[in-house]
């Protein structure tokens, strides 16, 4: 074999021997792909497409009846496609899991356990909340999901952090911290623009506008002429809270004013928590769906049709037959069965798809192999009573800590209710790991435990139920999300993107919104697009 000796003779190579996906991402690495450019708008294939040109629509067999998979059956019916998904479990969602009184689940343990949440009480095992420009809220809208806010932050729930100072195993109210933080930095700041450490980058003009807004930004005082240490202090403001509430009359309110000292706050770490507020896919407003987020995949399973979806269907082999796919699978009852189609768009987790038999090309295999999966956990503690809103005042949101639960989630639904169900610890790494490597009954235990520092004995006395789960360690999932070491070393990624075959496959992992649903109705749309086109081309 001649060895290329060309820039264009090395890329067809790499073409021939990799396929469109690891020719792209080797040009990227040559700097020779052209700039990202937004994608065209999705545009759904239509039925007219085939009545106008004469063409037949082809079948297609999706593997999976997640977010993805559904996607996909949901727009390719819809032009007329005939579609058929086989799934592993006896319920639409796949990571999309909301676990009501009476869910039963046996993990890769063995472990098997029964929710016994109240009525209306519920966990959003995967998915919980939506951010407003996500996909997912345009599907909510046309399959008639109704949605309501999920709060994402809150000024009254706590940070508490371990091991950090002065403030360590404290419980700091979210406003308090976020007061402190921002007053001492806008002090730091202003000080030092002021004494001119800022002159090469300000002119006059610019120190005294950016003055006024730290005064503002962080409830600063003045500068007091002469006196350099005096000027820009920050000395607390009822930004912080009151410890007494302001009344009728003369009931004024005790405000909290006297804030944590400065070394304490930085020591504590409490401002790493902020920063995810302004992340684009976690800024406030964010949604959820009424009654949980599983009322997403029925709405689904509705629009596709119960009779075109094979629920308790195991796949044992995927196979490209040169005209079309054939796909071995254990049906309900135990028996094997055969399905066959045109086209195949498989949905499986890479994890779990790379231990499935089939002749898939080695390139896909490999890109199958090196995607990473991602260990998470939650439980879900129902309470006899909402204490978080009864006695402290928190309705919904966040409580963030650098304990082994990573986080406290207050439920969105239900205030005023007569009981309601916390997500007790929601992580991921090695804290899910931890989590995942206990029974249920001591994942229960170890969790309350670490609650009950932040908020004291209710949090063990008022529970009366739990339900966890661990991803890593459940079945047909075997992880939370995936994540690319690398996106362009290989050419991995940009393999799966590509068909093998007549094998397409979809799916978050696929998109850049890893771990979001969007991520999967984005997936599904491109696979639509990919395969329509191919259709339409023949």
């Not at 990573?406 to 439920?411: G, N």
Request: net charge positive; hydrophobic share 35%; charged share 20%.
């Amino acid at each position: 074999m001649t060895s290329p000796t060309t820039r264009r003779q090395f890329l067809q190579a790499v073409g021939v021997s990799g396929g469109a996906g690891v020719l792209y991402s080797t040009m990227v690495a040559l700097g020779l792909a052209p700039a990202a450019q937004a994608a065209p708008a999705f545009r759904a294939p239509n039925r007219s497409d085939f009545t106008l040109t004469g063409r037949s629509a082809k079948s297609v067999l999706i593997l999976g009846a997640g977010v993805a998979g559904l996607a996909t059956a949901y727009e390719l019916a819809k032009a007329g496609y005939r579609v058929q998904i086989l799934e592993a479990r006896n319920r639409p969602g796949g990571r999309n899991w909301t676990v009501r009184g009476g869910t039963v689940e046996t993990d890769l343990d063995g472990q098997t356990q029964r929710a016994r949440f109240s009525g209306g009480q519920y966990l959003n095992a995967g998915p919980a909340r939506i951010a407003q420009h996500m996909v997912t809220l345009d599907y909510c809208r046309e399959l008639g999901v109704p949605v309501e806010v999920f709060g994402n932050q809150n000024a009254d729930s706590y940070y508490f952090n371990d091991n950090v100072g002065a403030l360590s195993g404290q419980p700091i109210r979210h406003r308090e911290a976020k007061a402190d933080v921002y007053g001492y930095v806008s002090e730091l700041l202003a000080k030092a623009t002021d004494q001119g450490a800022l002159d090469t980058h300000l002119t006059g003009e610019d120190k005294e506008r950016l003055l006024e807004f730290l005064r503002s930004f962080g409830a600063i005082g003045p500068r007091v002429a002469g006196d350099p240490a005096a000027s820009w202090r920050y000395t607390g403001t009822n930004r912080r809270g009151y410890e007494v509430e302001p009344g009728a009359g003369f009931q004024a309110g005790t405000p909290k004013l006297t804030p944590y000292p400065l070394s304490d706050v930085l020591a504590s770490g409490v401002g790493r928590y902020f920063s995810f507020e302004f992340g684009y896919d976690q800024a406030m407003l964010m949604f959820q769906p009424v009654g949980g987020m599983d009322r997403i995949a029925y709405a689904l399973e509705e629009a596709v049709g119960r009779r075109h979806i094979t629920y308790d269907a195991e796949v044992r082999s995927i196979s490209n037959t040169g005209a079309g796919v054939s796909v071995v699978y254990t049906g309900p009852g135990g028996r094997t069965r055969t399905a066959t189609a045109d086209f195949c768009v498989c949905t499986i987790p890479p994890q779990v798809l790379a231990k499935i038999p089939s002749n898939l090309t080695e390139p896909v295999r490999t890109a199958l192999a090196y995607a990473v999966p991602n260990a998470t956990g939650k439980i879900g503690l129902q309470y006899r009573r909402r204490w978080w809103e009864q006695d402290e005042k928190i309705y919904s949101g966040i409580t963030n800590t650098n304990l082994d639960l990573s986080a406290i989630w207050y439920p969105s639904y239900g205030y005023h209710g007569a009981k309601g169900v916390v997500v007790g610890y929601y992580n991921n790494g090695a804290n899910a790991r931890a989590y995942a490597a206990l029974s249920p009954a001591d994942r229960e235990a170890r969790a309350v435990a670490q609650g009950v520092r932040i908020h004291g004995e209710k949090y063990r006395t008022e529970l009366e139920t739990s339900f966890s789960v661990a991803w890593e360690r459940t079945r047909y999932s075997e992880g939370g999300w995936v994540s690319w070491p690398s996106r362009t070393t290989g050419g991995h990624y940009g393999r799966l993107l590509e068909p093998d075959g007549r094998v397409y496959f979809a799916g978050d992992h696929l998109s850049h919104y890893i771990a979001w649903q969007a991520g999967a109705f984005e997936s599904a749309r491109k696979v639509v697009t990919d395969l329509h086109t191919r259709v339409m081309s023949s």
